[in-house]
């Protein structure tokens, strides 16, 4: 098995001085923020001075001991500042070039047993072994079907705004009864889409806005701002028919509702 390292060596990689960021986190996590496109720009907000060295080879949490390599940044320069009200530190970094046959493609085996996430690299590099290549890079991938769907909400914004084709095609051919979890309590808010391009076109709402036009969720984010979206949560209750009658999905939507108490505990007013 070969080592990561290695492959970035053979790449020009000037890797003598750097951190080994073995990125978690959420709201959003680091793996919805790259396939968002914005990996180096959540990696640069840092509540400590944690890269201390000329460059950073980052790594995304898949799950066990999987890891995904997403790139190898420089260091450029690091001051104080805000986010979300809390002081940090904001780094400005600039990603490596040539690496594109590898970032979103390598992923990383890493038995990594313990809780700290800035790791000197000298000291862990030889431990970072290549599990696989793969051909393209890694993205939310092909609809998984109707009883999978578990969607946060910065993972939403991305397939919509980049119309990812099987989420489009299947969840604009279907109506039904969906459920928005807040997850920082919680509570539900259950609602249906019928007519038109079904859930895809009322989701798309959602993605644009946060509440949907839904009077419930815009009090929450007006109360909570605007940024608190991002701990809303989509799946799936019921799939019907595009053809349905409108009736007939409120029914369902109505039955949902009793099921989930979400008008006595959740938040659904009516």
């Given at each position: 098995?070969?080592?990561?390292?290695?492959?970035?060596?053979?790449?020009?990689?000037?890797?003598?001085?750097?951190?080994?960021?073995?990125?978690?986190?959420?709201?959003?996590?680091?793996?919805?923020?790259?396939?968002?496109?914005?990996?180096?720009?959540?990696?640069?907000?840092?509540?400590?001075?944690?890269?201390?060295?000329?460059?950073?080879?980052?790594?995304?949490?898949?799950?066990?001991?999987?890891?995904?390599?997403?790139?190898?940044?420089?260091?450029?320069?690091?001051?104080?500042?805000?986010?979300?009200?809390?002081?940090?530190?904001?780094?400005?970094?600039?990603?490596?070039?040539?690496?594109?046959?590898?970032?979103?493609?390598?992923?990383?085996?890493?038995?990594?047993?313990?809780?700290?996430?800035?790791?000197?690299?000298?000291?862990?590099?030889?431990?970072?072994?290549?599990?696989?290549?793969?051909?393209?890079?890694?993205?939310?991938?092909?609809?998984?079907?109707?009883?999978?769907?578990?969607?946060?909400?910065?993972?939403?914004?991305?397939?919509?705004?980049?119309?990812?084709?099987?989420?489009?095609?299947?969840?604009?051919?279907?109506?039904?009864?969906?459920?928005?979890?807040?997850?920082?309590?919680?509570?539900?808010?259950?609602?249906?889409?019928?007519?038109?391009?079904?859930?895809?076109?009322?989701?798309?709402?959602?993605?644009?806005?946060?509440?949907?036009?839904?009077?419930?969720?815009?009090?929450?984010?007006?109360n909570k701002g605007k940024d608190h979206a991002?701990?809303?949560?989509?799946?799936?209750?019921?799939?019907?028919?595009?053809?349905?009658?409108?009736?007939?999905?409120?029914?369902?939507?109505?039955?949902?509702?009793?099921?989930?108490?979400?008008?006595?505990?959740?938040?659904?007013?009516?």
């Amino acid at each position: 098995m070969m080592k990561l390292i290695d492959l970035l060596t053979l790449a020009g990689v000037d890797s003598s001085n750097f951190k080994i960021h073995c990125a978690r986190g959420t709201h959003p996590t680091p793996l919805e923020a790259f396939f968002d496109g914005k990996f180096k720009q959540w990696q640069e907000f840092q509540s400590k001075k944690n890269f201390q060295r000329k460059h950073i080879l980052s790594l995304i949490h898949l799950g066990g001991k999987r890891w995904l390599f997403a790139g190898f940044y420089e260091v450029l320069d690091v001051k104080k500042g805000k986010w979300r009200k809390h002081d940090c530190y904001i780094y400005s970094t600039k990603e490596i070039n040539g690496l594109d046959h590898l970032t979103g493609k390598v992923e990383v085996i890493f038995d990594k047993s313990f809780r700290a996430s800035y790791l000197r690299g000298e000291k862990y590099v030889d431990q970072l072994m290549i599990a696989a290549i793969r051909e393209q890079r890694l993205t939310i991938g092909d609809f998984p079907g109707f009883n999978d769907v578990l969607l946060s909400y910065p993972m939403l914004q991305t397939l919509v705004r980049e119309s990812t084709p099987s989420w489009k095609s299947i969840l604009s051919s279907i109506a039904g009864v969906y459920v928005i979890t807040e997850t920082t309590t919680g509570k539900h808010y259950v609602g249906s889409a019928y007519g038109g391009d079904g859930i895809w076109q009322r989701w798309a709402t959602y993605a644009k806005t946060g509440h949907g036009g839904n009077k419930e969720l815009r009090a929450l984010l007006r109360n909570k701002g605007k940024d608190h979206a991002q701990h809303f949560q989509f799946s799936l209750l019921e799939v019907c028919d595009i053809h349905s009658s409108d009736e007939h999905i409120i029914g369902r939507e109505t039955h949902w509702k009793n099921v989930l108490r979400s008008r006595e505990f959740g938040l659904n007013k009516n």
